[in-house]
């Protein structure tokens, strides 16, 4: 079973520009999540899809950043306008309740350098 | 609000040395605990977790024990292997809503020496 998979992993960009992260998760996980990890910083929680709908986005830093999940599949995060201190690693996380337990499985995550 | 409290590191251990990474943790009620592992160029991966109050997670030769009095969940190894040098997240969830949102621990990297 293919895990959760990330792209770009990969990317630098200059101040004022705009990026596109991309999350694709589990196949059948309803649940999609995105984390943030600022260098040197605790890994943080940004905002938590089910299915196609925003549950929480209460991590979300500001109005530049916006996520969807077309089709309660995969999941964009866009920033826009990028600024320096959006630069991090961005994780998408997914999964599935099972018996009453839910284990969140994590992708390798999207480095992101603003300049 | 919920926290997750771990050295930062580095640790440097030299290989077969015993490993303990300490963490603690502040939440309401009874969350569950985790480590996730990063290696070097990859993403997280779950290592081990336990749901509940003297619970033991065990995974390639790691333990924690939740630990509820002391409100902690140390890591600990035995005998580390080079390919053990990874930066290691200490982690909570606690039901919210439904959902469960992950409290991370800053990371401790640890460095095996040959």
């Known amino acids: 079973e293919a895990g959760v998979t990330q792209f770009p992993s990969h990317s630098v960009i200059e101040k004022g520009q705009t990026v596109t992260l991309r999350c694709d998760p589990i196949?059948?996980?309803?649940?999609l999540y995105w984390y943030r990890r600022v260098m040197g910083k605790e890994i943080k929680f940004l905002l938590h899809?089910?299915?196609?709908?925003?549950?929480?986005e209460s991590g979300m830093p500001n109005n530049r950043f916006l996520a969807e999940r077309t089709g309660g599949t995969y999941s964009t995060l866009k920033v826009q306008p990028a600024e320096l201190e959006d630069s991090g690693v961005y994780f998408c996380?997914?999964?599935?309740?099972?018996?009453?337990?839910?284990?969140?499985?994590f992708g390798p995550g999207t480095r992101l350098l603003v300049l | 609000g919920n926290s997750v409290t771990q050295m930062e590191g580095p640790v440097t251990l030299s290989e077969e040395a015993f490993l303990t990474i300490n963490c603690t943790y502040t939440?309401?009620?009874?969350?569950?605990l985790f480590w996730y592992v990063q290696y070097p160029g990859e993403g997280l991966q779950l290592l081990l977790k336990?749901?509940?109050?003297?619970d033991k997670g065990s995974n390639k030769g790691f333990e924690a024990t939740y630990r509820k009095e002391t409100t902690s969940f140390h890591l600990e190894k035995g005998s580390v292997q080079v390919s053990d040098s990874a930066v290691y997240f200490c982690a909570l969830t606690r039901k919210s809503g439904g959902y469960q949102k992950v409290t991370f621990g800053i990371g401790t990297k640890l460095q095996v020496i040959p």
């Open positions: 899809f089910v299915k196609e709908s925003k549950q929480d």
């Open positions: 939440a309401t009620g009874y969350p569950s």
């Open positions: 196949s059948g996980h309803d649940n």
């Open positions: 996380a997914s999964s599935q309740w099972l018996a009453g337990q839910e284990t969140q499985y």
């Open positions: 336990a749901t509940k109050a003297d």
